[in-house]
C-alpha cells in the first residue's frame, strides 16, 4: 500500500542507496576475497538485477526507497441538478525510477458512478473507494478519476485523502452556487467560456486530515409541476363537465 | 424532459377519466355534445401518448441518461436504429408503445364510425378505459420517465439478443396485433349495445383482419428472430410468451371465417361478438403473461404489482362484456339457424370449433405450470410433447375443412355436386400421399399435411376454374375471366391466397419439424464433415477485440460434390458489459434447406466444435407470411363497382362458383 512519503524539496533527492555510498560492506570485501574481482562484480550486479525487479513489483518495498510526493490536488466541483460531479486530478512527482506503486484512495461514502479517466490501471471497488495500481514514470504523472454524490440545496462534503498533498485547490460550477473550504483560502475566481468559478486552495494536507468543502446553492429539481398542471386540468375538466351535467339538467 | 413526460402520462390519466364520465353521460342521455366531448377526450388522450412517446424517444436518442428507463437500454456506443428499438426494449417503454399504438388506432376508429355515429360514445368509452388502465400503469406502476438522482456516465445498453433488425420489428408489428384487438373488442361492445348492423359487421370484419395481420406478421417476425438470433435451429419453441400472441390469432381467425356466417346468413352473432370479447382478453392475457413475471415464477408475479392489476383488468373486462352480452342477449335471437349439415355455414362453425378448442389447449397447456406451481410449489413444465401431439390433429382437421369449406355451398350444399367437386383435389391429395411415400417420406403427420396441403391447393383451383367457366360462358376470354374474377372478388380470393400461404407455412413447419438433421462435431483447421449433401471444412479461427466485445470467427466452406458454394462465418461474441455471451449464426438458405451453423466453441488449440443443422423447407414459412400478407392485402382493398359481371348466387346449391360478398 502507498504511503506517500514526506514531502521533499525538488533539488533533494533523499538518502542514496546503500551500494552507491562509499562505504564497502565487508560481505563485497569476503566476496571478492573468495571469488576473484569478476565473478564479484558479476554477482554483484545479479543481485542487483533481482533487488530492481522486486522494486518494480513490490511498491510497498519500493516506496521505501523513492521519493514520491502528491504537489497538486485538483477538485473541481461540477453542481448538477441533485448531485454534484467531482472530478479530482492529482499531479504526482517521482524523483526514482519509474515504477508501478498501488493505492487505495478513499471517497467520500456516497460516491457513485467512479470513473477513472488517467493513470489508474485496473482499479476495483473497495470497503471505503477504490484500490488500483499507478504506473509512475520518472517525473510527474497525472491521476484523474472522478465521482458523484447526491446532494440537496446545501451540502458538505467531507474530503478524507489518504496521503499529503502539498497542495490542494478546489473550483466549483454552477450558477448561485456558492463554496467554501473550511480552513482554507479563497483565490480569485477564474472566468472560463462567460462563467465565473471560485476558488479555494488549502496547503499542507496531511494524511487523513478531513478537507471539508461547504456548498450552497445547489441545483434541486422540483417535481411539482407535473402532478400539479394535471391536478389543475383534472379540476378544469371536471368544472366544465359540471357545468355540461347541470345545464343538462335544467333544460325542459 | 422526465418532467414533460410525467405530466403528458398524468394528464392522459385525467383526460381519460373526463372522457369516460362524458361517454357514459353520452350513452344516458344520447346527448350530442356529451358523445362529441367524448371523442375529443380520445383524440387528446392520443396526443398525449404521442407527447410521451416523443419525449422517450427523444431522451433515448439524447442520451438522456437521467431517466433510468434510458440509463437501463442504451448506452453511449449503441447505433441509431437500435437506439429507437430500445423503445420496446424494456417494460415501462413497451407499455407506452402499446398506449401510443392504441391512441393511433384510436384517432383512425374514430374517423372510420362517421357512417355509424350511434356507435361513438360506446367506442370512445371502451378505448378510453382500456386507455386509462394502461395510462395508470405508466403513470404509478411502470413509469419510463422515472428519474435517477445521479445519472451514470453510460448505459447498461440494450440486451444483446434484441440487438437484431428481426427483433427491431417484431415487438412494434405484434402489438399493432394484440392493440388492434382492441378495437373489435370496442367495436362488440358498441354493437351489443346498438345493434349488429350490415355497417357494424364490414367495420368488426375489416378492423379484426387489420389486427390479424398484424399478430400474423408479429408472429413470423418473432419467429424468424429466435431462428437467426438464439442459435438453437428451431423457431418455435411453444414458449409462454410465444402462445400469448398464437391465442388470440386463433380466436380472431375463427372470428374472421364466422363473420361471413353472420353476413350472408345472420347466424352467430352472439358468437362473433363472444370471439371478439376473447380475442382482446387473450391480447391483454397475453400482456399480463409478458409482463408479470408470472412465467418465471409464481413469486415473482406476487411481487410484482403490475401482474395484481392486469388481472384485475381482465376480471372487469370479462365481467363487465359478459354482463352486457347476457343483458342484450334478446338482440341475438333474430337469427335462423343451420339449414343443412352440408353446408359452407356448418364448415365454417366447425372451423371454428376447432380454432377455439386449439386456443383452449394451448391456455390449458400455458397457464398449467403456474395452477401447479400454485398447489404444489413445484414448476411442472409443459413441453413441446404436449402441444405437439394435441395440435397435430386439428391442424389436420383444419385442412380438411380449408379444402371443403370453398367447395360447399350456402345454406344447403348437394352432396351430389360438393362430391363432384371434391372428387379431384382429393384424387391429387391421395396420388400425391402415395407419391411422398414413395418417395420416402414416412412420418404420418408429414405425409398428411402434404396431401391435404395439395387437396386444399385443388380446392382453391377448382374454385377458381368453376369462376372461369361460368364467366367465359358469358363470352369472356380466359385470361380476362380469371383477372375479372379476381379483382371482383378479393375478399374471396384474398382468402384463398391467405390459405395458401397457410399452407406453405404448415408444409415448412411439418417438414423442418420431421425431418431436420444435425450433428455436432469437433473438427481441426482443415477437417471437413458432411450433413444433408453439403462438405463443410473448416479453416481457421480468429479472435478479436471490439470495444466491449470479445469475438471469436470461424471461417467454413460449403461445397456439394465438387461444387463450392462459399464461404460461411460462425461467430461467438462474448458481451463484456452485460456479461453475455451470444453466438452469431451462419445460414445458408435455399428453397429447399437451410445450412444453418453454429460455433459451439473454439479451444486453444484452434480446434473447433460446432453444431450443424439441415433444416428443410424453413424458407417457405417466411414465404408463406409474405403471401398470407398479399393475400390480407388483397382482401382489405375495398371493393370496386362491379360492372356487367354475371351474378353466381351461392345462396342456392352449386358446387362452387364466382360469387363473393
Not at chain 1, 69 to 82: F, H, K, S, T
Not at chain 1, 204 to 218: D, H, M, N, S, T
Not at chain 2, 417 to 435: D, K, M, T, W, Y
Not at chain 2, 499 to 527: F, K
Amino acid at each position: 500500500m502507498w504511503r506517500c512519503p514526506p514531502v521533499r524539496r525538488r533539488n533533494d533527492p533523499g538518502p542514496a542507496p546503500w551500494h552507491r555510498r562509499r562505504a564497502v560492506p565487508l560481505p563485497a570485501l569476503a566476496a571478492v576475497l573468495a571469488f576473484g574481482r569478476h565473478l564479484t562484480v558479476t554477482i554483484v550486479r545479479f543481485l542487483l538485477g533481482i533487488v530492481s525487479v522486486l522494486c518494480a513489483v513490490t511498491p510497498a518495498w519500493a516506496d521505501q526507497h523513492t521519493g514520491i510526493r502528491v504537489g497538486l490536488l485538483l477538485m473541481a466541483i461540477d453542481a448538477q441538478p441533485d448531485h454534484v460531479r467531482i472530478s479530482e486530478a492529482l499531479r504526482v512527482t517521482n524523483a526514482g525510477d519509474p515504477r508501478r506503486v498501488s493505492v487505495e484512495i478513499s471517497l467520500p461514502p456516497r460516491a457513485q458512478y467512479v470513473t477513472f479517466h488517467r493513470g489508474v490501471v485496473s482499479p476495483v471497488q473497495t470497503e471505503h473507494g477504490f484500490g488500483g495500481t499507478i504506473p509512475l514514470r520518472r517525473g510527474i504523472t497525472e491521476v484523474a478519476y472522478s465521482y458523484a454524490i447526491p446532494t440537496g440545496s446545501r451540502e458538505a462534503i467531507v474530503r478524507v485523502l489518504p496521503f499529503d498533498v502539498e497542495r490542494m485547490e478546489v473550483v466549483g460550477r454552477g450558477a448561485q452556487v456558492r463554496l467554501a473550504v473550511v480552513a482554507g483560502r479563497e483565490l480569485t475566481s477564474v472566468i472560463v467560456g462567460g462563467e465565473v468559478l471560485p476558488r479555494w486552495e488549502i496547503r499542507g494536507v496531511r494524511a487523513g486530515q478531513p478537507v471539508v468543502v461547504e456548498l450552497v446553492g445547489l441545483p434541486v429539481t422540483s417535481r411539482w409541476w407535473p402532478s400539479g398542471a394535471a391536478g389543475g386540468l383534472a379540476v378544469i375538466l371536471a368544472l366544465g363537465l359540471l357545468k355540461g351535467v347541470t345545464s343538462a339538467s335544467q333544460k325542459p | 424532459m422526465a418532467d414533460l413526460g410525467s405530466f403528458a402520462l398524468l394528464a392522459g390519466l385525467v383526460v381519460c377519466v373526463y372522457g369516460v364520465v362524458a361517454a357514459v353521460i353520452g350513452i344516458r342521455t344520447r346527448e350530442r355534445r356529451f358523445v362529441e366531448t367524448s371523442l375529443r377526450a380520445v383524440r387528446a388522450w392520443a396526443a398525449l401518448m404521442v407527447l410521451a412517446s416523443g419525449t422517450l424517444m427523444f431522451a433515448l436518442v439524447t442520451r438522456h441518461f437521467r431517466l433510468e428507463f434510458v440509463a437501463a437500454v442504451t448506452s453511449r456506443d449503441l447505433p441509431l436504429v437500435y437506439t429507437v428499438a430500445a423503445f420496446w426494449g424494456g417494460h415501462a417503454g413497451s407499455l407506452l408503445l402499446w398506449a401510443l399504438i392504441l391512441g393511433l388506432y384510436g384517432i383512425v376508429i374514430l374517423r372510420g364510425l362517421r357512417s355509424s355515429p350511434q356507435m361513438y360514445a360506446p367506442v370512445a368509452l371502451v378505448l378510453l378505459v382500456t386507455a386509462g388502465f394502461f395510462t395508470w400503469l405508466l403513470a404509478f406502476t411502470s413509469n419510463p420517465f422515472t428519474v435517477m438522482q445521479i445519472p451514470p456516465p453510460d448505459g447498461r445498453g440494450l440486451n444483446p439478443l434484441l440487438k437484431n433488425p428481426w427483433m427491431s420489428i417484431h415487438p412494434p408489428t405484434l402489438y399493432l396485433g394484440f392493440v388492434g384487438m382492441t378495437v373489435p373488442f370496442a367495436l362488440a361492445v358498441a354493437g351489443v349495445l346498438t345493434g349488429l348492423t350490415a355497417e357494424w359487421i364490414k367495420l368488426a370484419r375489416r378492423w379484426m383482419m387489420i389486427a390479424w395481420i398484424f399478430l400474423t406478421l408479429g408472429l413470423l417476425f418473432g419467429a424468424k428472430w429466435s431462428y437467426v438470433v438464439l442459435g438453437w435451429g428451431g423457431y418455435w419453441a411453444w414458449d409462454p410468451v410465444e402462445n400469448a400472441a398464437l391465442m388470440p390469432w386463433l380466436t380472431s381467425t375463427a372470428f374472421l371465417h364466422s363473420i361471413q356466417v353472420q353476413e350472408r346468413r345472420g347466424l352467430l352473432g352472439a358468437w362473433n361478438v363472444s370471439l371478439m370479447i376473447i380475442s382482446f382478453v387473450l391480447a391483454i392475457f397475453g400482456t399480463f403473461l409478458t409482463r408479470s413475471g408470472v412465467m418465471s415464477s409464481v413469486h415473482a408475479f406476487a411481487d410484482s404489482s403490475i401482474g395484481v392489476y392486469f388481472l384485475i383488468f381482465l376480471g372487469l373486462v370479462l365481467a363487465s362484456s359478459g354482463w352486457l352480452l347476457l343483458a342484450r342477449w334478446d338482440r341475438f335471437r333474430q337469427g335462423g339457424s343451420l339449414d343443412a349439415l352440408l353446408s359452407r355455414e356448418s364448415a365454417f362453425l366447425l372451423n371454428n370449433l376447432v380454432l377455439v378448442a386449439a386456443a383452449f389447449v394451448i391456455f390449458t397447456g400455458t397457464v398449467f405450470p403456474i395452477i401447479a406451481e400454485a398447489f404444489t410449489g413445484d414448476r411442472i413444465n409443459v413441453g413441446p410433447p404436449y402441444f405437439n401431439q394435441v395440435m397435430a390433429p386439428l391442424v389436420i382437421l383444419l385442412l380438411v375443412l380449408m379444402g371443403t369449406a370453398p367447395l360447399l355451398a350456402w345454406r344447403k350444399a348437394d352432396a351430389q355436386s360438393f362430391g363432384r367437386a371434391v372428387s379431384a383435389p382429393a384424387a391429387v391429395a391421395i396420388l400425391a400421399g402415395l407419391g411422398f411415400a414413395a418417395l420416402g417420406v414416412r412420418s404420418p403427420g408429414a405425409l398428411a399435411v402434404l396431401a391435404l396441403g395439395l387437396f386444399v391447393a385443388g380446392a382453391v383451383a377448382v374454385e377458381l376454374l368453376h369462376g372461369v367457366r361460368i364467366l367465359r360462358t358469358h363470352g369472356e376470354p380466359a385470361a380476362v375471366a380469371v383477372g375479372r374474377l379476381l379483382l371482383n372478388n378479393r375478399r374471396r380470393y384474398g382468402g384463398y391466397v391467405v390459405h395458401l400461404g397457410i399452407l406453405l407455412i404448415l408444409t415448412g413447419v411439418t417438414m423442418s419439424s420431421a425431418y431436420a438433421t444435425q450433428v455436432q462435431v469437433t473438427l481441426r483447421p482443415g477437417e471437413q464433415t458432411s450433413l444433408g449433401g453439403y462438405t463443410l471444412r473448416y479453416h481457421d479461427a480468429q479472435a478479436w477485440r471490439l470495444p466491449g466485445l470479445q469475438i471469436t470467427s470461424t471461417t467454413v466452406s460449403v461445397s456439394t460434390g465438387p461444387r463450392p458454394l462459399g464461404l460461411l462465418r460462425p461467430q461467438h461474441v462474448y458481451h463484456e458489459v452485460q456479461d453475455q455471451a451470444t453466438s452469431e449464426i451462419a445460414l445458408r438458405s435455399t428453397w429447399w434447406n437451410d445450412l444453418y451453423l453454429v460455433l459451439v466453441g473454439v479451444s486453444p488449440d484452434r480446434r473447433a466444435t460446432f453444431r450443424i443443422i439441415v433444416n428443410p423447407l424453413v424458407t417457405w414459412i417466411w414465404f408463406g407470411g409474405g403471401v398470407i400478407l398479399t393475400g390480407t392485402l388483397i382482401a382489405l382493398v375495398p371493393a370496386t363497382r362491379r360492372r356487367d359481371v354475371p351474378e353466381v348466387r351461392r345462396d342456392v346449391a352449386v358446387p362452387a362458383g364466382a360469387k363473393a360478398q
